[in-house]
T-cell receptor, first 112, second 116 residues
């Protein structure tokens, strides 16, 4: 059974800094890992999807990596902005079992 | 194009009543998922539909919960005899699925259910 962990639960950084969010998973048979952001009272917005054959994906200031052997994924945010403040969730899915198992999220606050 | 839509956005019901929650997936997406987000449990999977295959119901918490998907598009999640512990945000997602070559899931805004 896949288990996903995100540490820390909350993070505050000054505007302009680069930062890394961490995600750990227990089952190396993971097929895809997806990063989302959730704003208060809203649904989830997909940020990046990494499939098991890939090691990283980039979108604008965001870069996500996947290391199956160590059971880790990271989301790198460059030049953080106040608008990046949100809860960030990672979720993993195994092949043939497309349901996602979610971490509990990291609540990110960018301080202006 | 239009994203995943859900209705109602908020639902308040009395304990013991039945409720129906609706999800309209992105056009052309063959896979549809229901998740529940509650304070104590985080985000948890409920049920998954893929094309005409039998749904994966492994996440449904009790037999009071059921879901159907008509015509491979709209889905309805039904909760019978609601209990206070059913209070949560119910999220629907869709993806192109294996036939479309992408598992990226797109979420709707959710339905906030409050059972009084």
């Amino acid at each position: 059974k896949q288990e996903v962990t995100q540490i820390p639960a909350a993070l505050s950084v000054p505007e302009g800094e680069n930062l890394v969010l961490n995600c750990s998973f227990t089952d190396s048979a993971i097929y895809n890992l997806q990063w989302f952001r959730q704003d208060p009272g809203k649904g989830l917005t997909s940020l990046l999807l990494i499939q098991s054959s890939q090691r990283e994906q980039t979108s604008g200031r965001l870069n996500a990596s996947l290391d199956k052997s160590s059971g880790r994924s990271t989301l790198y945010i460059a030049a953080s902005q106040p608008g990046d403040s949100a809860t960030y969730l990672c979720a993993g899915g195994n092949f043939g079992n497309e349901k996602l198992t979610f971490g509990t999220g990291t609540r990110l606050t960018i301080i202006p | 194009g239009a994203g995943v839509s859900q209705s109602p956005s908020n639902k308040v019901t009395e304990k013991g009543k039945d409720v129906e929650l609706r999800c309209d997936p992105i056009s052309g997406h063959t896979a549809l998922y229901w998740y529940r987000q509650s304070l104590g449990q985080g985000l948890e999977f409920l049920i998954y539909f893929q094309g005409n295959s039998a749904p994966d119901k492994s996440g449904l918490p009790s037999d009071r919960f059921s879901a159907e998907r008509t015509g491979g598009s709209v889905s309805t999640l039904t909760i019978q005899r609601t209990q206070q512990e059913d209070s949560a945000v119910y999220l629907c997602a869709s993806s192109l699925g294996p036939s479309g070559g992408s598992y990226e899931q797109y979420f709707g805004p959710g339905t906030r259910l409050t059972v009084t």
